[in-house]
T-cell receptor, first 117, second 112 residues
């Protein structure tokens, strides 16, 4: 149980286009989902926290108009990178929190590799 | 505020040798601590976690970690390294803001 999927696993796009990444909790309801960004050989940096049915909370320094997050249901959150540029190339990982567990454990998706040409 | 510090960005051990990855935490409240493993181009897999109770925590793949409050440490160990253990390892703490804060990571290499 507690599986989180991401789609696509890899995406290559041209500069200026927008890219949508999906994060799904497959066998539990995720009241909260998190989006992380990871640069090569670095740790995960939290970008934003999204709660189902409400606006996402962005970490300091993350452009909310650049990285649009939608958490429309208890099993799906999307991250849209708008007008992508080469510096947006990164590994994006989502996680979902199972609110039924005592300590609100997070489960991580497999990640999406974004390459902007 | 909570934080974690991983000592050593790269650790190299011989196959069959002891693995020791160090993690120290800072927390004003009883911490929830985690160790995750990440293989290249993959997401994070939970190795083990400490919430409450027994301070020696056993995880998957033969790893274990001991919570030592007096030393504010949560070091990860494995008695005998295997080639398949080569990966990036992250120590993490669950913060009071309901977020997971990651350490900088330690890359584990295994020498044949």
């Amino acid at each position: 149980g507690a599986v989180v999927s991401q789609h696509p696993s890899r995406v290559i796009c041209k500069s200026g286009t927008s890219v949508k990444i999906e994060c799904r909790s497959l066998d539990f309801q995720a009241t909260t989902m998190f989006w992380y960004r990871q640069f090569p050989k670095q740790s995960l940096m939290l970008m934003a926290t999204s709660n189902e049915g409400s606006k996402a909370t962005y970490e300091q320094g993350v452009e909310k108009d650049k990285f649009l997050i939608n958490h429309a249901s208890l099993t799906l959150s999307t991250l849209t990178v708008t007008s992508a540029h080469p510096e947006d190339s990164s590994f994006y990982i989502c996680s979902a929190r199972d609110g039924t567990r005592n300590y609100n454990e997070q489960f991580f998706g497999p990640g999406t590799r974004l390459t902007v040409l | 505020a909570q934080s974690v510090t991983q000592l050593g960005s790269h650790v190299s051990v011989s196959e069959g040798a002891l693995v020791l990855l160090r993690c120290n935490y800072s927390s004003s409240v009883p911490p929830y601590l985690f160790w995750y493993v990440q293989y290249p181009n993959q997401g994070l897999q939970l190795l083990l976690k400490y919430t409450t109770g027994a301070t020696l925590v056993k995880g998957i793949n033969g790893f274990e970690a001991e919570f030592k409050k007096s030393e504010t440490s949560f070091h990860l160990t494995k008695p005998s390294a295997h080639m398949s253990d080569a990966a990036e390892y992250f120590c993490a703490v669950y913060s009071s803001a309901s977020k997971i804060i990651f350490g900088s990571g330690t890359r584990l290499s295994i020498r044949p």
